[in-house]
């Protein structure tokens, strides 16, 4: 589904330093989310928001923060990366939060 | 919290045979059940979904069965094709007002052999 748009769609990132992925998504979807996926793991969630100005802890939220100033955009950032963090990085949205989600093209995110 | 064990982790039949792939889960209070799949180096995209008042929805070759008693519920494809090749994905989640987010099971790769 084109409407979610992330970036970048690949990034190497020295341990240490800060970075902050971004999803946008133009369908006016109240609730958005983010995951991580690692091999042999499946897809586990990190944050989400239900609403603009909301924001909730998933499974594994250590080290990472999220915002949700406005309807449209949901940034995820690593305050200071690590190796660990080292996965594939999707955003999906939904129109509410008992709706079926759906996600963008994800962001590969390798820290050395 | 929500658990959800997914089997096999890994799946090949010949094209033509079906293809069954099974999903429990630890919370009883689970209410909504997605299917994804996802193809190498893709997005996760959903393929079909189920809510705990039906216990079977069919879309063409593909159905998904759900047995709350149980705690346990399955993807089934018929006639498969090398196409249906990918990761598939099941999940879970729990009601909204207690806090329900999707839990994911690890995932089982299928691949159709021509």
């Known amino acids: 589904i084109a409407g979610i748009t992330q970036a970048p769609t690949s990034q190497i990132l020295a341990a240490g330093r800060r970075m902050t992925l971004r999803c946008t998504q133009d369908m006016r979807h109240n609730a958005m989310y983010w995951y991580r996926q690692d091999l042999g793991l499946g897809l586990r969630l990190i944050h989400y928001s239900n609403t603009a100005g909301t924001t909730g802890k998933g499974e594994v939220p250590d080290g990472y923060s999220v915002s949700r100033a406005n309807t449209d ?11 660990s963090q080292t996965s594939v990085y999707f955003c999906a949205s939904s129109e509410g939060p008992d709706q079926p989600q759906h996600f963008g093209d994800g962001t590969r995110l390798s820290i050395l | 919290g929500e658990n959800v064990e997914q089997h ?7 094209e033509g045979d079906s293809a069954v792939i099974k999903c429990t889960y630890s919370d009883s209070a689970s209410n909504y059940f997605p299917w994804y799949k996802q193809e190498l180096g893709k997005r996760p995209q959903l393929i079909i979904d189920i809510r705990s008042n039906v216990g079977e929805k069919k879309d063409q070759r593909i159905a998904v069965t759900l047995n709350k008693t149980a705690k346990h519920f399955s993807l089934h494809i018929t006639e498969t094709q090398p196409e249906d090749s990918a990761v598939y994905f099941c999940a879970a989640r729990g009601l909204y007002n207690q806090g329900g987010k999707l839990i994911f099971g690890q995932g089982t790769e299928l691949s159709v052999k021509p």
Do not use: Y
């Open chain 1, 73 to 83: 955009d949901f940034p995820l950032t690593l305050a200071s990366a690590v190796p």
């Open chain 2, 8 to 14: 096999p982790s890994t799946l090949s039949v010949q």
